[in-house]
């Protein structure tokens, strides 16, 4: 069936870190690929998207690339502010659907 | 920026009790949903509505679960008869029109919490 698997948190950083959290799926065809993040007290809230093979989302320094190949979304920032700690859920839509599949999410907590 | 918003943010409710948790989708918006998140489990799909009915559900929603669009800017979800289990927080999302199937974004309100006793 379709899933979306993504690491467990938490994962915690330095201020100007480097951050990855690997984000993999399971489905027919090419569906299109997402990341919401969750800040503290508050709801979910599109980052970024993809929605063919090799295409490259990208919003407040963070980025993703669908890769087919490997069935990966892997979410990164190059440079972590403490505002960034929130938790993340990389998510599918498959072709022909309109209904989200999460993964667990990943909490980041990003210190000063 | 328009948004989703959700009522109440928080309700607890005895076991068995009847509960109507409300959204009011972005206003352009012709696709709705609810999602819910247990606590320490992922985020799970309910249900779609278009056209005012039901497009998809999930196996959890079942017979105690309803959805309805009573007017131009409300979708409820109803739960019946509430289980401990029934304990999550619910997310309402909206989405537009699409030109292409499920490259549209959706969009979630802030969660109701239900906690039920």
């Known amino acids: 069936g379709n899933s979306v698997t993504q690491m467990e948190g938490p994962v915690t950083l330095s201020e100007e870190a480097f951050l990855t959290i690997n984000c993999t799926y399971t489905a027919t065809g090419y569906p299109s690929l997402f990341w919401y993040v969750q800040y503290p007290g508050e709801g979910l809230q599109l980052l970024l998207k993809a929605t063919k093979a090799d295409d490259k989302g990208s919003n407040k320094g963070f980025e993703a690339t669908y890769r087919k190949e490997t069935t990966s979304f892997h979410l990164e920032k190059g440079s972590v502010q403490v505002s960034d700690s929130a938790v993340y859920f990389c998510a599918m839509i498959k072709a022909a659907g309109n209904k989200l599949t999460f993964g667990g999410g990943t909490r980041v907590l990003v210190k000063p | 920026e328009p948004e989703v918003t959700q009522t109440p943010s928080h309700q607890v409710t005895q076991m068995g009790q009847e509960v109507i948790l409300r959204c009011v989708p972005i206003?352009?918006?012709?696709?709705f949903y609810w999602y819910r998140q247990i606590l320490g489990q992922k985020v799970e799909f309910l249900v779609s509505?278009?056209?005012?009915?039901?497009?998809?559900k999930s196996e959890i929603f079942d017979d105690q679960f309803s959805v309805e669009r009573p007017d131009g800017s409300n979708f409820t979800l109803k739960i019946r008869s509430t289980k401990l289990e029934d304990s999550a927080m619910y997310f309402c999302?909206?989405?537009?029109?699409?030109?292409?199937?499920?490259?549209?974004?959706?969009?979630f309100g802030p969660g109701t919490r239900l906690l039920v006793l």
């Open positions: 509505f278009y056209n005012n009915e039901i497009s998809e």
């Open positions: 999302a909206s989405s537009p029109h699409h030109r292409g199937v499920g490259k549209e974004t959706q969009y």
């Open positions: 206003s352009n918006h012709l696709y």
